[in-house]
């Protein structure tokens, strides 16, 4: 099975920035539409942002604006670049197919606070 490894998370303050970045072996990203889920603590996993194969994106109400989704060839990756983090982004971040495989990544965590 295809192993999802997401990286670039870590503490940051308010207003502060991060950029995730998502790895999958051979030719996932090309083929399936991705998306980068988050799971704070006590809630559900929700779906924040989504890049088609042919590279349409969308977005969460809560993080449009301020999240970008996009694919970077070079790396065989799909990155999530975050502004303006709120408290409320804090959680753990992870990257899957959309619709999501019935298994996923270790995920990383994205902390905002001062």
């Known amino acids: 099975q295809v192993q999802l490894v997401e990286s670039g998370g870590g503490l940051v303050q308010p207003g502060g920035s991060l950029r995730l970045s998502c790895a999958a072996s051979g030719s996932f990203f090309s083929i399936f539409d991705i998306g980068w889920y988050r799971q704070a603590p006590g809630k559900q996993r929700e779906l924040v942002a989504t890049i088609s194969v042919r590279g349409r994106t969308n977005y969460a109400d809560s993080v449009k604006g301020r999240l970008t989704i996009s694919r970077d060839v070079v790396k065989n990756a799909v990155d999530l670049q975050m502004n303006s983090l709120t408290p409320e982004d804090t959680a753990v971040y992870y990257c899957?197919?959309?619709?999501?495989?019935?298994?996923w990544g270790k995920g990383t965590l994205v902390t905002v606070s001062s």
């Open positions: 899957n197919r959309d619709p999501p495989l019935n298994y």
